[in-house]
């Protein structure tokens, strides 16, 4: 474990503080015309996502933390737990269901996930950003309807529920975009 100050942080550094793992979003020098310089950071904590403002002595110093991030295959669900395969080792690791975004709803067997993880624990689960996924159901489309950019509702091989452009049917591949939620395309 290393250890870094204040004075040399960055924006994106990850540190430890009071067991905390917190991620540089701004940083700023301050050098007041009287009194002792320091640092005003705002930083993010990576496993609840809040966003803090402190300001530190440049000389005070922290560990530093190393996040893990691990791609690795959606296998299946079994209650709250989801499991996901480690390609290297074939192992499957559960994952608590808590630490799923509103996104996984997008994500199906076999597809590749990176997993987040600082020590260990797992905080947090990031799908492909662009998915390829079947319409389920939606309601068909209407002949003679040339509204621009009109859409409606379209429920996904995933059990998703996202709005599609009123030519897509059902049985259709559409590609998605995970961290919008939104249509993009006929896949």
Known sequence: MGTITAGDFRNGVTYEEDGQVKQVVEFQHVKPGK?????????????????TETSYNPTAKFETATIDRQPMEYSYSDGDLYYFMNPETYELEPVDGAVLGD??????????????????????????????????????GFAGNTATNATKPATLETGAEIKVPLFIEPGEKIKVDTRTGEYLSRA
């Open 35 to 51: 009194g002792a310089a320091f640092v005003r950071t705002k930083s993010k904590n990576v496993i609840t996502g809040a966003v």
């Open 103 to 140: 996104n996984f709803k997008f994500v199906k067997e076999n597809m590749e996930c990176t997993i987040f993880s600082y020590k260990g624990k797992v905080f947090n689960v990031e799908p492909p950003f662009f998915v390829d996924l079947e319409v389920t159901q939606t309601d068909p």
